[in-house]
Nanobody
């Protein structure tokens, strides 16, 4: 399958944790970047955490840094998002995405949080955090 498939969403109270999983066969197609985006009601879809697959380098939005961790299991073609200390503002539909665009800073490659850098998108999984 080319389209990522997310799972692991749910409802938790503030301060709780959830782990999202993204399964895909895109790892075999040499995509450089995979990541997680979210969209809250009435808001634009925003980047949360992305991973440069070749170097295992992660990049986070300021709103989640220190609370969320993105990781991969290459043997299982799976991407994870561990979300700790969740807040009501984290409530959104979370999407997994993969893309061909990588960017360069000096001698290092990295992935950005820009939506346009990503070509394949999952259907999303709902995360609801209550106060």
């Amino acid at each position: 399958q080319a389209q990522p498939v997310e799972s692991g969403g749910g409802s938790v109270q503030a301060g709780g944790s959830l782990r999202l999983t993204c399964s895909t066969h895109l790892y075999t197609n040499n995509y450089y970047c995979m990541g997680w985006f979210r969209q809250a009601p009435g808001k634009e879809r925003e980047g949360v955490a992305v991973l440069y697959l070749g170097g295992d380098i992660a990049y986070y939005s300021a709103s989640v840094e220190g609370r969320f961790t993105v990781s991969q299991d290459t043997s299982a073609s799976t991407l994870f998002l561990q979300m700790n200390n969740l807040k009501p503002d984290d409530t959104a539909i979370y999407f997994c995405a993969a893309g061909e665009t990588r960017r360069r800073s000096g001698s290092a490659w990295y992935c950005d949080l820009r939506r346009d850098d990503y070509n394949y998108w999952g259907q999303g999984t709902q995360v609801t955090v209550s106060s």
